[in-house]
């Protein structure tokens, strides 16, 4: 089988905005699971996890972001209930404020004391990471 049609997990990216105004950017899901959730989505053929994420954020958010970096990937084949994927999580940098675009029902600027319930996926893992300083 060639390894393009290997059935494996879907690759899919997050990106924690961090704004120069403070906080970060979560995004309402508009599609089932619902909840809050870091903005991101899945990789398209042909494009680079970076671009990907570029990509998203605008579609999710409508801010063009800068990526600071490539935080972790998380692959607990249990992390979306829909079916198995891989995250590649970036951390980056905008300005201004989210506007929910795409699939997103509602956008808004949280901080780590300021935290939405419920939070979908394996967000709230990635989130506490996150602020817990870890990798």
Known sequence: ?????APGPGLTVDIIIELDEGGFVLIER???PHGWAIPGGFVERG?????AAIREAREETGLDVEILRQFHVYSD??????????????IARASGRP???SDAAG???CTADDLPEPIVFDHARILGDYIEGRY
């Not at 089988?1 to 049609?5: F, K, N, S, V």
């Not at 494009?47 to 671009?51: C, F, G, K, Q, S």
């Open 107 to 109: 956008a808004r600027i």
């Open 47 to 51: 494009e680079t996890v970076e671009n």
């Open 1 to 5: 089988m060639a390894p393009a049609d």
């Open 99 to 101: 506007m929910a675009a």
């Open 30 to 32: 508009r599609n089932p």
């Open 77 to 90: 084949p249990e992390r979306d209930p829909r079916s198995h994927t891989v995250a590649v999580v970036f």
